[in-house]
């Protein structure tokens, strides 16, 4: 639908004439010759320039932030700069006039192939009328548990679903002659320790056999090289293996065998490490450049480059490899010929094709898990919608990382609004509000205290002696420390405060913890909230039941280390107050259908600490429920919540982070205008004991060592390898309409085969169905019981049908050897299943592909 997206204004001019004196302007030579030919011409120290991020610069010579990541172009060369910009979700980093697109979970729970790739151009259109040239998107790392903090910013636990997706995407950013950065390679998944921990920052080590590598956690990566052609691959955080990503020669190695022809980036400050070691593993280019403000030193500065290569440590050889791997996508894809201008960084790139193309992927990613009674579309003649997230503070994004801002697109249209909207006059629509919702609540004030006293440690750990004690009124600092007035702290720190806490009445109490870096609250030696080590601030939510007038003891401990946000600090509470809970109930008792909107706020630089909505919205859920049976559950999550009030309401939209188009879309699928199509990319377990990653040593792991040694058996594998049922598994998604299955048959095609079967839609209404493939391989292989290797997107209309059609390729069939590191097939008998999710599926076929 984006195909006609016009690029007007965002190119300087003309392609650049050859002269004579430059052949690499040529546009007639193949890329690689041409930079070749350029990188011949360079001296030195132009070389030496490209190899590191510097300061973009204005018209005065001022510096300026229009680029997150940024490389000077040579003029002389006729090479344009490199201007790197987030993200994955929008464009991002504070950037006003952006759509503000759905997660890319999201995208990836529509299962479309096409869709992805005109967000794809879309992502990339606002990118370049930004005048960025390098969109550092997408990510593409595994979910390996539903507690990872980036989730919502990925695509899916399985790695066929991710590969195709974010193959898509990253065509669809290239096809308009920017580069995409695929990331963050490799086994990048929690953000638990990512920045590292202690003095050292030393980051989480991830232990991975190199056939889960290859078989999970590589097939993304090696599907954006290959069949996107990647110009750009971005190196992760976390060691692999004992090496650190961006200095690992296995996984950097893989990207040659696979013909990878352009850069790999470091993630920004933490990812680089050395600079022999980097040089000869294979990153590029370091990011953002420069010595890093935690202590690193400048790895690929002039200087030390031309140090390393004097000592031999580096050849000058390694030194042109890395400068060609940079220009080459340039000539590739465009960036010399076609260059993107400098544009305005206020420029407004929003456009109405992008509202409908974020509205779209919203609708078609929400994923509806349950229906019973068929409560949904609502026919009600009235409708009690409650929730915070309901009214104007309806969660849409993320704050931080790739994400676009709320604020930075304006004030969004509440669902509520839009649902009275959708249903019009004829329906009685009222509204409660229920809970706070998820920010953060207000400081508790000094009045609550008894004796609060901090004491002040000049360690990351709280060892050692105080270096200051003194009594203080609150915890409600803009900045806590040294910028709060106390002396003595060094750049890590931590502190600990401690008060007694006298109940004024009896009943649950609500307290949340806002702020970077590590943070605890205890109240008589129980864990009530708890922030993980974090690199920016987030509000967490805890509650704990007190009785009136017996004193408890409080304790509030807090690190600096490691954080990429101010030292903010806020303990906020809510004393108990039934008044929005019972005004809910008896809105949700007087309504024929009650509707509840719930949220989270999950984030890069967090790990969730357990799977439970935020708050007090589990009560709220349940409270509704028992006072009006239709009930219905939108769930404006990151992803997979627990929900102990499951079998107690009619209907559940996963509704995920939806972007700036919420209200709307939400109300027409609610209403019936349009019909749920999306399916799960993740499995949303039962409960926090079950897991590929449910012991310790695996997640978070132990120090900062992770064990992946569940290996292969990664979201919905793990669960039907255990024989054990989730809360929703993988693939799964209603639809107001039905459809049925048959005529499964497979069919040799060249050097490979084709699965067919056919799909009606036996249901009164229209509707999109997305068949699924999975395979199961013989004894022999030791694989999973099945594995996604197809599916298939389709629009049917009441009592049409059609054939989809899947392809499978020896690949497809094949496990990696670790005994000959190659891929092979099993001998004997494979069973094809196709159906509507890795648990249901009514069609079986078994074959033998050597007959």
Same mark, same amino acid.
């Given at each position: ?77 006729? #090479? ?48 370049? !009328? ?35 997706? !974010? ?92 013909? $990878? ?209 003194? !009594? ?43 702020? !970077? ?51 903010? #600090? ?168 039905? $459809? ?50 197809? $599916? ?13 059609? $899947? ?45």
């Amino acid at each position: 639908m984006l195909s006609g997206i016009a690029l007007c204004g965002l190119w300087t001019g003309a392609a650049l004439a050859d002269d004579g004196e430059r052949p690499w302007l040529d546009t007639s030579r193949p890329p690689e010759q041409r930079a070749d030919l350029v990188v011949a011409a360079m001296t030195d120290e132009e070389k030496l320039k490209l190899l590191q991020g510097d300061t973009e610069l204005d018209a005065n010579g001022t510096g300026v932030n229009a680029c997150v990541g940024h490389i000077s172009g040579i003029v002389r060369l006729g #090479l344009p700069r490199l201007c790197m910009g987030d993200g994955p979700a929008g464009v991002g980093n504070g950037m006003k006039g952006v759509t503000q697109f759905p997660a890319p979970v999201m995208g990836a729970a529509t299962f479309d192939r096409d869709l992805m790739t005109a967000y794809g151009k879309a992502l990339g259109a606002e990118h370049a !009328g930004k005048g960025r040239n390098v969109v550092l998107a997408p990510t593409i790392n595994i979910i390996r548990t539903p507690k990872w903090g980036r989730l919502a910013e990925t695509l899916s636990e399985d790695p066929y679903l991710t590969a195709q997706l !974010g193959a898509s995407i990253t065509s669809g950013i290239q096809s308009l002659g920017l580069i995409a950065t695929p990331k963050h390679f490799a086994a990048n998944n929690q953000e638990w320790l990512r920045l590292g921990d202690g003095p050292a920052y030393e980051a989480t080590d991830a232990i991975v056999a190199e056939r889960t590598l290859r078989e999970i956690y590589y097939p993304g990566f090696e599907a954006v090289v290959k069949e996107a052609k990647a110009g750009s691959i971005m190196c992760a955080y976390n060691r692999i293996n004992g090496l650190y990503a961006c200095e690992n020669p296995q996984t950097l190695g893989a990207l040659k065998r696979w013909g $990878f022809d352009g850069f790999v980036v470091a993630d920004w400050y933490f990812a680089h490490r050395s600079t022999a070691p980097s040089v000869k593993a294979g990153l590029d280019i370091s990011m953002p450049g420069g010595a890093s403000p935690f202590g690193f030193a400048e790895f690929y500065g002039p200087n030390e480059l031309k140090a390393a290569r004097a000592k031999g440590a580096i050849t000058q050889a390694d030194i042109d490899g890395m400068v060609k791997r940079i220009v080459t996508p340039m000539f590739r894809l465009g960036l010399v010929d076609r260059p993107i201008a400098a544009a305005d960084a206020a420029a407004n790139v929003r456009n109405p094709a992008h509202l409908v193309l974020s509205r779209k992927i919203a609708e078609q990613g929400t994923v509806l898990l349950r229906n019973e009674r068929g409560v949904l579309p609502l026919r009600a003649r009235s409708i009690a919608v409650i929730g915070d997230d309901a009214g104007p503070n309806v969660q849409t994004s993320e704050r931080y990382g790739g994400f676009v801002k709320t604020e930075d697109v304006g004030t969004l249209k509440a669902p509520v609004d839009a649902i009275r909207a959708a249903l019009g006059d004829g329906v009685a629509v009222t509204y409660a509000r229920g809970t706070l919702g998820i920010a953060p609540l207000p400081a508790m004030p000094a009045s609550a205290f008894d004796r609060l006293t901090a004491r002040y440690y000049a360690s990351p750990d709280w060892s050692g002696e105080p270096v200051v004690t003194r !009594g203080e009124a609150q915890i409600d600092y803009a900045e806590a420390g040294p910028k709060a007035g106390v002396q003595g702290l060094p750049a890590l720190w931590s502190a600990r405060w401690t008060a007694g806490f006298v109940p004024p009445k009896t009943g649950n109490y609500r307290f949340s913890l806002n702020g !970077g870096g590590e943070i605890a609250l205890n109240i008589d030696g129980r864990r009530v909230a708890y922030v993980p080590k974090q690199s920016f601030r987030l509000a967490t939510h805890g509650m704990v039941r007190l009785e009136a007038g017996k004193r408890v003891a409080l304790e509030l401990t807090y690190s600096n280390a490691p954080t990429l946000s101010a030292n903010e #600090l806020r303990l906020g509470w809510q004393a108990p107050d039934d008044r929005l809970l019972d005004e809910a109930v008896a809105a949700a008792r007087k309504a024929d259908v009650a509707v509840v909107f719930v949220a989270d706020h999950v984030s890069e630089g967090a790990d969730r600490t357990d799977l439970r909505l935020p708050g007090d919205q589990d009560a709220l859920i349940e409270a509704v429920a028992a006072a009006n049976p239709n009930t219905v559950v939108v769930l404006h999550t990151v992803g997979p919540v627990l929900m102990p009030w499951r079998d107690k309401v009619a209907g559940i939209l996963a509704a995920w982070y939806p972007g700036e188009q919420a209200a709307d879309s939400i109300a027409a699928l609610l209403t019936g205008k349009a019909n749920p199509s999306g399916k799960l990319p993740v499995t949303f377990p039962a409960d926090e004991v079950n897991g590929p990653a449910d012991q310790q040593i695996r997640y978070p792991g132990i120090g900062t060592t992770a064990r992946y040694d569940e290996g292969i058996l990664v979201g919905y594998r793990w669960y039907d390898a255990k024989g054990i049922a989730p809360l929703y598994p993988f693939g799964h998604g209603l639809s107001y309409t039905r $459809f049925a299955y048959s005529g499964l048959e497979v069919a040799k095609r060249g050097r490979g085969w084709t699965v067919r079967a056919t799909v009606r839609n036996i249901g009164s209404v229209p509707g999109d169905e997305v068949a699924q493939l999975y395979v199961s391989m013989p004894a022999a292989a030791a694989e999973p019981p099945r594995q996604l290797k197809g $599916f298939a997107r389709i629009s049917l209309q009441p009592g049409k049908s059609q054939t989809v059609e $899947f392809p499978l390729d020896a690949r497809s069939l094949s496990y990696w050897d670790e005994s000959t590191r190659d891929w092979r097939m099993a001998r004997g008998t494979y069973r094809l299943h196709v159906g509507t999710s890795s648990r249901n599926l009514p069609l079986a076929e078994d074959f033998d592909p050597s007959r």
